[in-house]
């Protein structure tokens, strides 16, 4: 094998681990926070996108148009939290439904306003040559939005004052409720952050991922295996395991063919499950 | 009892019945249009009810009895479609062989998930996870077996209807026939389901969903019975999917997708889970909603009206149509629980209790002895056992005391088999029992009570009793019989059929002591026993634990000083995980070292 | 308020022996109304009402309007075994007209031949359908690889790569890649197949950089494959090799595609919206009268267009709207003067024989037809599938079976 081939396929599988924890981290952040599983973070993730379209077709740069859509995801998310979310704390399955039912409403009321097929943004044409192998850098760029997004979340988390009462909330309750944390209020911010970052995925993803009402499908499967693979230590065991069942897939995925990608992906989230029944991370001392 | 009481006690037996008779009545009516779709609806339904045995009933939400589903179809088509010409008759090869095969891949994903004893979270997507690698398989998996061309996603067709008589002249019956073949064969299924899950195996099953670990405690295999139950849904569902390829005559993979599999818990839900029925009303309401809706009214929006519908109902019907009905039959009924405060006094009878743990003696073996030997249990930084080495045997009660976080319960569940430690052993009547399994140390005679009451609170206070007195003489009279003694000697004859949940706290610390008691345990492992007693009942609690030590071995963790005083026993100090002093219990109120650890001071230490 | 009296008299005539019920034809429409294929069942239902609107201005069938029974298959393949059985019992519907994927032509195929009525397929597909119900007015994959390789060939040269959907669709047309590359003296240097839910195109990118291949045969399915195209073109590959397709803008994936990845690719089909014919040209106005100009037409709703025409002209032929005449009628050498040109029904295999063209991505986001191929020959179709000779066949034939 060249060594131009192997450091194109280590850089390219790297970014794909990348675009798999973008799309992940909003799914990890509500679910190690709320410990609510959003079977619709895959829609939330099609809302940003088709809200980045939508701008964007109005002469809006795209730069502009991601935090018009990370707003946009957030404001239907902290609705989504207060009508639905709320009245289900507890009922982790009852949950999963719940959301599982808004995505299919989500994607047909998609279909109904955007009809099926919309024209995409495109991909900024510049390319990284390895050797005698050319790389699209839009796709690379992605490993530092990932490096740069997981910064963000773990100093939100660690670092502000809304991070350590959501910590808090969720780790014991009772007492942040004693010392005067509203923990609804908080879930509700936690919640609207998640559906932010996934529309911030959406977007930001946009010209790799045409905008389409069934986006979200494709990768909700794989961002909601890499969460639960993850276990309580979401951030850190997020990212570990977006880079080894991501990065596996893609390395599987370039060496043999693509389906066997897509296998390798589900028999080593089987196999992890099996050896860490509830996630990799189930010991660690670590808290985010 | 009167009418409507005995009708809702078998309700579950008697609407199914009539709803059988009904369909096939109808049958006889409704054109074959209508038949050949509400065969559809029966067939899912059958679906739901196998992932009900599992959701409903087991606790586990399974989104892989599509997988299953699948799976039986596929197989039971592909025997089908080789075997018919032998027989004529499609069913007899079908059904047998699908049923087989769902619950024989059950099976195998089972073991996985229980015997590796995954959370429930990591359960339900392993299942998922196994649903979708079929998927994405079976799409491009093509294959030649026999006559039957398995061909990707083109599916799998010309597979035989459904044919009941026999020889070469049998045909395959048309629409209506096969409506009342397909709820002849789901009335069957459910029927069957329905008789195992009232029988000590579902009363099992469902003591598991409610608090496994309690069920392992009292010396059921939970794992076995889980896995048994995964299989028996298993086979339910590959019953459902031969079912299904005679009747659509074909298969596809889309059989193994997403939204399929989705749609079995929404059956189940609608319905109402743990009912059973519920799944086949649920497949019904979805398939009529969706029939009428999307079936002539060309752009319906079913799946967003599915959408909205499925949000709703988790929020506002939480146990489906079959729970809201019940619940309001419910009101009508006389409250049995209303019993729950007319409780009267515990009395301990020394006699009766020694009569069962002789008796229990004579089935067990005499009473043994616990030992452990540098016991090691450590969480993070955190070392709340720190080789303990100490031996206890029958005769008189041990008590282990100290302070909060000393490591006294910790130790408890690493003797129980609750934490697994990361050295050291423990032995159980000299044999050793570190690696073992719960409940395995509940076989070899170990009793366990923590120190949250554990009872199972759907059932009622003698079923309760009942399942500790079945798991260890495995006969249902003489189970009926211990726990009928125990009842009375807690004062709580008149609570039989109070549901346990209804208990006050410390009417529960009773019943989870009885049952205890109805184990008659060699070795006996009580976690503040005491804590919420009057001192009546603690003076009787101290007379029971006397008991129970001179017949077994007993370890009692307690804070109440008095308490431990009148148990009269040996008692030992622990302090952060380590034997601190022992002796018994007026040296140690004199040790001020003792003392000092109890107030937190430094002096003496 | 004549053609209502005529028909009323037509009718009144015909209930004297088969029942008033039947005084209008019938025909069954089954398309994914809603859903992940809508993309294409929209297009093709539409097609289906144009189609009888135009017949019925013309005359009707057998001098009555003809009466469309609608079903939303909702892209679920139950549904489609469902309604094929609601139409057919409940409706008596005289045609079938229905199905996108293989699989729900597979799964209704059975409930058509047990009904024996005729059954139209309009998409294009991998081929090799065979029984007398059915009928397919799409392009199958060899009579469109067979144009499409030996010109792609000739303008870039002999190295092949192939990247194809992983099911049947897919793995048929990499056969027929294979075989006509052999004829063609050109050489399939590398393949990968994907699943269908794939979104991470990186590693296919860089095999396809390591094998050197003169063109790629890229097929990918709905809208989210397109991500490939992007990925190619922001690669910089597009200018070194070629791509060519057989279903890119099926599914109108060149509205989807940026103007820069989409500018130069290759699609070929038997139809696209700028054909030049009167036919189309009719076609067209009838169509964005209707439904308006966006999105484009595609290829799908050519095929049920030229269906119902084929199934009406057939009834008319036979007079009667029965299913064994019209059939027989079907099978009588039939043409019809198509939005895609000449088309003719093969009595043999039930397959159209009908242009295939080949057009290049433009960059608004449309095509430009650079070469058409007249009178192309569903040959596999017609070499496997007799149905004149031998009736009784009822067979999806593979080549990889063979």
């Known amino acids: 094998m060249e060594l131009d081939y192997l450091a194109t396929v280590l850089l390219s599988s790297l970014s794909s681990a990348s675009i798999l924890l973008i799309a992940t981290i909003g799914l990890a952040v509500v679910f190690g926070l709320m410990g609510v599983i959003n079977l619709a973070h895959g829609e939330f993730l099609m809302i940003g996108a088709y809200t980045a379209l939508t701008v964007t077709q109005h002469g809006v740069p795209f730069i502009l148009a991601i935090p018009v859509a990370v707003l946009a995801t957030m404001a239907i998310g902290a609705l989504v939290e207060v009508l639905i979310i709320r009245r289900l704390y507890g009922r982790l399955f009852d949950t999963m439904l719940a959301t599982w039912g808004l995505s299919i409403a989500f994607y047909q009321l998609a279909v109904l306003i955007f009809g099926t097929v919309s024209p995409g943004i495109g991909m900024p044409q510049f390319s990284l040559r390895i050797g005698g192998y050319s790389l699209a850098g839009y796709p690379l760029l992605m490993i530092g939005v990932a490096a740069l997004t997981g910064a963000f979340v773990y100093f939100l988390m660690t670092r502000t004052v809304y991070g350590m009462k959501a910590r808090a909330a969720i780790q014991v309750p009772e007492m942040a409720q004693a010392i005067g944390i509203e923990s609804s209020r908080i879930n509700t911010l936690t919640f609207s952050i998640g559906c932010g970052l996934a529309g911030f995925a959406g977007a930001v993803l946009l010209p790799i991922v045409p905008a389409t009402p069934s986006m979200g499908f494709a990768f909700v499967v794989k961002a909601f295996l890499t969460v639960v693979v993850a276990g309580p230590v979401t951030l850190t065991g997020s990212t570990l395991a977006a880079i080894g069942l991501g990065g596996g897939a893609s390395i599987t995925a370039s060496f043999l063919t693509s389906v066997s990608g897509d296998v390798f992906f589900f028999l080593v989230t089987a196999l992890l499950l099996w050896l860490y029944p509830v996630g990799i991370t189930a010991r660690w001392q670590r808290k985010m | ?605 | 308020m004549r053609r209502f009296h005529s028909a009323l008299a037509l009718s009144t005539a015909l209930a004297l022996f088969s029942g008033a019920a039947s005084a209008q034809t019938k025909i069954g429409a089954i398309f994914d109304l809603t859903g992940g294929l809508n993309i294409y069942g929209i297009q093709q239902d539409n097609a289906l009402k144009l189609a009888v609107e135009d017949v019925n201005a013309k005359g009707g069938v057998l001098g009555s309007p003809v009466e469309v029974v609608s079903y939303d298959a909702q892209s679920e393949l139950s549904k489609y075994t469902q309604y094929a059985n609601t139409a057919i019992l409940k409706d008596q519907v005289k045609a079938l007209f229905a199905g996108l994927t293989s699989s729900s032509r597979e799964a209704m195929r059975p409930i058509v031949r047990k009904a024996k009525i005729p059954y139209f397929y309009g998409s294009l597909y991998e081929g090799g359908a065979c029984d007398k119900e059915t009928f397919v007015t799409g392009s199958s994959a060899s009579q469109q690889l067979s144009v499409l390789i030996e010109w792609a060939v000739k303008k870039y040269g002999k190295k092949i790569y192939i990247m194809a959907p992983d099911y049947n669709f897919g793995t048929i047309s990499a056969h027929w890649i294979k075989e006509y590359a052999k004829k063609a003296g050109a050489e399939v240097v590398g393949e990968d197949f994907l699943a269908l839910t794939v979104t991470d195109y990186a590693p296919t990118i860089q095999k396809i950089q390591a094998a050197k291949p003169d063109f790629v045969v890229a097929l990918p399915v709905g809208a989210n494959q397109t991500g490939f195209l992007e990925q190619f073109a922001a690669a910089g590959l597009k200018d070194r090799i070629g791509v060519v397709s057989t279903n890119y803008g099926s599914g109108n994936q060149q509205v989807v595609v940026s103007p820069q990845a989409g500018k130069g690719l290759i699609a070929s089909q038997g139809y696209f919206q700028p054909v030049e014919n009167a036919a189309n040209a009719d076609f067209v106005k009838l169509w964005t009268a209707k439904y308006g100009a966006e999105p484009p037409i595609v290829s799908e709703a050519v095929d049920i267009w030229n269906a119902v025409h084929l199934w009406a002209a057939a009834a008319n032929k036979a007079g009667s709207a029965d299913a064994q005449p019209v059939i027989s009628a079907l099978e009588s050498g039939l043409t019809f003067e198509a939005p895609n040109g000449t088309v003719k029904l093969e009595p043999g295999s039930h397959h159209l024989r009908q242009n295939i063209y080949i057009a290049e991505g433009n960059d608004k986001h449309g095509f430009n037809i650079i070469e058409t191929f007249s009178d192309v020959a569903p040959s596999y179709e017609n070499e496997k599938c007799d149905l004149v000779a031998n009736p009784a066949l009822a067979e999806h034939f593979t080549p990889e079976s063979q």
């Open chain 2, 1 to 605: 009892m009167s009418l409507s009481e005995k009708l809702h006690r078998s309700a579950g037996l008697v609407f199914p019945a009539l709803a059988t008779l009904a369909a096939l009545a109808a049958a006889a009516v409704i054109d074959p249009y209508l038949a050949y779709v509400a065969t559809s609806w029966v067939i899912f339904g059958l679906l739901g009810l196998s992932l009900d045995l599992v959701w409903g009933r087991g606790g586990l939400l399974s989104l892989g009895q599509t997988a299953f589903y699948g799976l039986g179809g596929y197989f039971g088509s592909v025997v089908a479609i080789n075997m018919v010409t032998l027989t004529g008759n499609s069913l007899i090869w079908s059904l047998p062989a699908g049923a087989a095969f769902g619950a024989l891949s059950a099976a195998l994903l089972g073991w996985i998930i229980f015997f590796a004893r995954m959370g429930p979270l990591q359960a339900t997507i392993l299942s998922y996870t196994f649903t979708l690698l079929l998927w994405s398989v079976s799409q491009s998996f093509s294959m030649n077996v026999g006559d039957a061309a398995i061909g990707g996603d083109n599916g799998l067709s010309g597979i035989p209807g459904v044919v009941v008589g026999f020889g070469t002249a049998a045909e395959a019956l048309g629409p209506t026939e096969v409506f009342v073949v397909a709820v002849l064969i789901a009335a069957a299924a459910y029927f069957l389901c329905s008789w195992l899950m009232r029988g000590t195996f579902g009363r099992v099953i469902d003591c598991i969903r409610i608090d496994a670990q309690k069920t392992e405690l009292l010396g059921y295999d939970v794992r076995r019975y889980q896995l048994a139950n995964f299989a028996v849904a298993g086979a339910v569902a590959g019953l459902a999917g031969a079912l299904f390829g005679a009747w659509a005559n074909y298969i596809n993979p889309t059989i193994f997708s997403v939204q399929e599999a989705m749609l079995v818990p929404i059956y189940v839900l609608v319905g109402g889970l743990g009912t059973l029925a519920g799944a086949f009303v649920g497949a019904i309401v979805i398939g009529a909603l969706s029939f009428y809706l999307g079936g002539g009214a060309v752009g319906g929006q079913t799946t967003l009206i599915l959408g909205v519908v499925l949000i709703l109902l988790v929020l506002f019907l939480r146990n489906g149509l079959l729970g809201a009905l019940d619940a309001l039959w419910r009101r009508t009924l006389p409250d049995h629980n209303a019993a729950a405060r007319e409780t009267g006094s515990v009395a301990i009878d020394p006699t009766v209790l020694e009569g069962i743990l002789v008796e229990a003696t004579g089935r067990a073996g005499p009473a043994k002895s616990l030992a452990t030997s540098d016991l090691y249990k450590r969480f993070g930084g955190v070392i709340p056992v720190d080789k303990v080495t100490r031996e206890f045997n029958p005769g008189r009660p041990y008590s282990l005391i100290g302070p909060n976080g000393a490591g006294k319960s910790s130790y408890l569940k690493a003797c129980a088999g609750i934490y697994q430690p990361e050295a050291g052993s423990v032995l159980i009547g000299g044999t050793d029992v570190t690696g073992a399994a719960v409940v395995e140390r509940a076989r070899q005679g170990m009793g366990v009570k923590n120190q949250k009451p554990q009872v199972f609170g759907e059932l009622t206070v003698l079923d309760n009793l009942w399942m500790a007195a079945f798991s260890r003489t495995r006969d249902k009279a003489a189970a009926a019989a211990i726990s009928h003694k125990i009842l009375s000697m807690l004062g709580m004859e008149r609570q039989a059929a109070v549901q346990a949940s209804a208990l006050s706290h410390g009417q529960q610390q009773w019943l989870d002591i009885g049952m205890v008691l109805c184990l008659a345990p060699r070795v006996v492992l009580l976690d503040e026993p005491a804590a919420g007693m009057t001192n009546e009942e603690t003076c009787e609690l101290s007379v029971l634990v006397r008991t129970l030590a001179r017949h077994a071995t007993a370890i009692v963790v307690e804070h109440d000083m008095e308490f431990v005083r009148t148990l009269e026993g040996h008692v030992t100090v622990l302090h952060q995980g380590k034997v601190f002093a022992e002796g018994d219990i007026a040296a140690l109120r004199g040790d001020d070292r003792v003392l000092d650890i109890y107030l937190g001071r430094r002096e003496h230490v």
